[in-house]
């Protein structure tokens, strides 16, 4: 069964330090993997996505992502970290055997402190 | 470019009403939108898709008779939360894909925080 974990409910980091939010997946094809950001009282905003080619893969507001198929992982990543990137992050995946649906992970609340 | 809104923004209503939230794709044609309920520091739940001129496709769980969904134009969709009670309160959020790729990314309305007194 496919599914998307993302084993932080919280991450803390301090402005101007690198932050990584964790995910790592499981499906049965190949995955097609997907990042979003959500702010208090808004929709999500898709920052980046994986669907074949380079591992690393850059996105919006200075985020990048690596997708490692050994470890089946896709954490997002940031050189330095913004106050005003404190947010709720979603990572979610399709596979091409499964194709009709994305499958969400439970959120990861990160905060940036100043 | 790829804008959605979702509209109202917030509803409190009395138990028993009936809500409808619209979806609009703003400056492009959505062939297929998704409806979302998401409960507080949880994940996203989909509740159904939407296909335009066709019937909705349910989650499993998702009452069709609750959940009024209609999707009538390329730009629109509704979600229609039927006799709610306070049990229906809950954030719902609205998504558009641009074209029929798969693997294009969901674009998302701000959401609909929806209160049943």
């Known amino acids: 069964a496919q599914s998307v974990a993302q084993p932080e409910d919280q991450v803390n980091v301090a402005e101007g330090n690198p932050l990584t939010v964790k995910c790592t997946y499981s499906v049965s094809g190949n995955p097609y993997l997907f990042w979003y950001v959500q702010y208090p009282n808004r929709g999500l905003q898709f920052l980046l996505k994986?669907?074949?080619?380079d591992n690393l893969v850059k996105g919006s507001y200075g985020f990048e992502a690596e997708f490692n198929k050994s470890q089946t992982s896709f954490h997002l990543k940031k050189p330095s970290a913004l106050v005003s990137d404190s947010a709720l992050y979603f990572c979610a995946v399709r596979d091409d055997m499964n194709n009709r649906k994305l499958i969400w992970g439970l959120g990861t609340s990160l905060a940036v402190n100043p | 470019g790829a804008v959605v809104s979702q509209h109202p923004s917030r509803v409190i209503c009395k138990s028993g009403t009936s809500v409808k939230i619209e979806c609009r794709s703003l400056d492009f044609q959505a062939t297929t939108m998704f409806w979302y309920r998401q409960f507080p520091k949880q994940s996203l739940m989909l509740m159904a898709t939407s296909n335009e001129g066709s019937k909705a496709t349910y989650e499993q769980g998702v009452e069709k008779d609750k959940f009024l969904i209609n999707h009538a134009s390329l730009t629109l969709s509704t979600l229609t939360v039927t006799s709610a009670h306070p049990e229906d309160s809950s954030f719902y959020i609205c998504s558009a894909r641009v074209g029929t790729d798969l693997n294009q990314p969901q674009h998302f309305g701000d959401g609909t925080r929806l209160s049943i007194l």
């Open positions: 994986y669907i074949t080619g």
